[in-house]
């Protein structure tokens, strides 16, 4: 049983407190308890997804959204009815309690089973120049780029494999031949990884065109400068319990105006508010595509992923936002290098 003490939160704890919980007990649930550990409910990876996007303030209390009425298993239980008991319930979680409701520790499915071997596609891009990051990139393409003691894409390509992911595409286009002597076939890791060469710029979704299958799950398509603590599991599990035949990854982003924001209807002063913050989400560069999607990409042209999901949202096709509370950085820029260095150990070590 992992310390189950690390994710327990108070029924006032807010979203923003429970989130850091999930965060530390790396088991996707943060139990809502009593001063004496009795458990009121649990709040999983999935309520809190759910609540962003019904457009719940961080800020929010826990006792909103928690599960009042979780299943609970006692400590004499057998540990093989349990695992049974989360396969028929399809649950990845269940709290262990005494006669007295009384939290005395966590299943999780994690611990009773080995990770399950993926067969799904990850397509990771690696083709850009990385220009707003040199010098550092005059001589090193920015997927090499080191953020803590390993490359950036091998921390990527790590977090997938963490998940039982195994069969890699890897899009190359600048200093290609770098990342492939670095990277090979994958073997040093335990996985197979082959290359998409790119002649030509292709864009985040025209790469896509190059695949020499066609696949027959749901394929991953993740930038190769992002680092992200995601579930990629919880991905998985989102894109098809919506039946999406695209799902992205997107990420909160709030941004205060520096100005007092006047309305007007005509001449008439309306209002105005002193700085008021602006919350969007914003597409977190990582992609879940069904098969099907892939027969939309023309080949051989630019073709960006923002083009991709405006075509199939005009065809009214099914498209999914999955919501990232983890952490996230994009390291597009020079000030996001050094700021990952800094925060690498504390995340990913």
Same mark, same amino acid.
């Given at each position: 049983?992992?310390?189950?003490?690390?994710i327990?939160?108070?029924?006032?704890?807010?979203?923003?407190?429970?989130?850091a919980?999930i965060?530390?007990?790396?088991?996707?649930?943060?139990?809502?308890?009593?001063?004496?550990y009795?458990?009121?409910?649990?709040l999983?990876?999935?309520?809190?997804r759910?609540?962003?996007l019904r457009?719940?303030?961080?800020?929010?209390?826990?006792a909103?959204l928690?599960n009042?009425?979780p299943?609970?298993?006692? #400590?004499?239980d057998?540990r093989?009815?349990?695992?049974?008991?989360?396969?028929?319930?399809?649950i990845?979680h269940?709290?262990?309690?005494?006669?007295?409701?009384?939290?005395?520790?966590i299943?999780?499915?994690?611990?009773?089973?080995?990770?399950?071997?993926r067969d799904?596609?990850?397509?990771l891009?690696a083709?850009g120049?990385?220009s707003r990051?040199?010098?550092?990139?005059?001589d090193?393409?920015?997927?090499?780029?080191?953020?803590?003691?390993?490359?950036i894409?091998e921390?990527?390509?790590?977090?997938?494999?963490e998940?039982?992911?195994?069969?890699f *595409?890897?899009s190359?286009?600048?200093?290609s031949?770098k990342i492939?002597a670095?990277f090979?076939?994958?073997s040093?890791?335990?996985?197979e990884?082959?290359?998409l060469?790119?002649?030509?710029?292709l864009?985040?979704?025209?790469?896509l065109s190059?695949? #020499?299958e066609?696949p027959?799950?749901p394929?991953?398509?993740m930038n190769?400068?992002?680092?992200a603590k995601?579930?990629?599991?919880a991905m998985l599990?989102?894109h098809?319990?919506?039946q999406s035949?695209?799902t992205?990854?997107?990420?909160q982003?709030?941004?205060?105006?520096? *100005?007092?924001v006047?309305?007007?209807?005509?001449h008439?002063l309306v209002?105005?508010v002193e700085?008021?913050?602006n919350?969007?989400?914003?597409s977190?560069?990582i992609y879940l595509?069904?098969?099907?999607?892939?027969?939309?990409?023309p #080949?051989?042209?630019?073709y960006?992923?923002p083009?991709?999901f405006q075509q199939?949202?005009?065809?009214g096709?099914?498209?999914?936002?999955?919501?990232?509370?983890? *952490?996230?950085i994009?390291?597009?820029?020079?000030e996001?290098?050094e700021?990952a260095?800094?925060? *690498?150990?504390?995340v990913f070590?």
């Amino acid at each position: 049983m992992i310390n189950w003490k690390d994710i327990v939160v108070a029924p006032t704890a807010t979203l923003r407190e429970a989130i850091a919980a999930i965060d530390r007990g790396a088991c996707q649930i943060a139990l809502v308890t009593t001063p004496q550990y009795q458990l009121l409910g649990i709040l999983t990876d999935g309520d809190v997804r759910r609540g962003i996007l019904r457009g719940c303030s961080l800020d929010s209390e826990v006792a909103g959204l928690m599960n009042t009425s979780p299943l609970c298993v006692a #400590p004499e239980d057998d540990r093989q009815l349990v695992l049974a008991m989360m396969r028929s319930r399809r649950i990845n979680h269940i709290p262990v309690v005494d006669s007295n409701r009384v939290v005395i520790g966590i299943e999780t499915i994690h611990a009773l089973l080995s990770p399950q071997r993926r067969d799904n596609i990850v397509v990771l891009m690696a083709g850009g120049l990385g220009s707003r990051l040199r010098p550092l990139t005059d001589d090193c393409p920015k997927p090499l780029l080191p953020v803590g003691n390993r490359p950036i894409l091998e921390t990527i390509l790590s977090s997938f494999i963490e998940f039982g992911f195994h069969r890699f *595409y890897i899009s190359v286009n600048y200093m290609s031949d770098k990342i492939k002597a670095y990277f090979g076939d994958g073997s040093r890791w335990g996985v197979e990884i082959a290359y998409l060469e790119e002649n030509q710029r292709l864009g985040t979704a025209g790469a896509l065109s190059l695949l #020499p299958e066609t696949p027959q799950l749901p394929l991953f398509v993740m930038n190769g400068d992002i680092l992200a603590k995601l579930n990629f599991e919880a991905m998985l599990a989102f894109h098809l319990q919506h039946q999406s035949t695209a799902t992205l990854a997107m990420r909160q982003f709030s941004h205060t105006i520096p *100005y007092g924001v006047v309305t007007v209807d005509e001449h008439k002063l309306v209002d105005i508010v002193e700085k008021p913050e602006n919350k969007v989400f914003v597409s977190a560069g990582i992609y879940l595509l069904s098969p099907e999607v892939l027969t939309m990409i023309p #080949p051989g042209e630019f073709y960006d992923m923002p083009m991709l999901f405006q075509q199939l949202i005009r065809q009214g096709l099914p498209t999914s936002g999955f919501p990232v509370h983890e *952490y996230w950085i994009d390291i597009g820029r020079i000030e996001d290098f050094e700021r990952a260095c800094e925060e *690498y150990v504390g995340v990913f070590a």
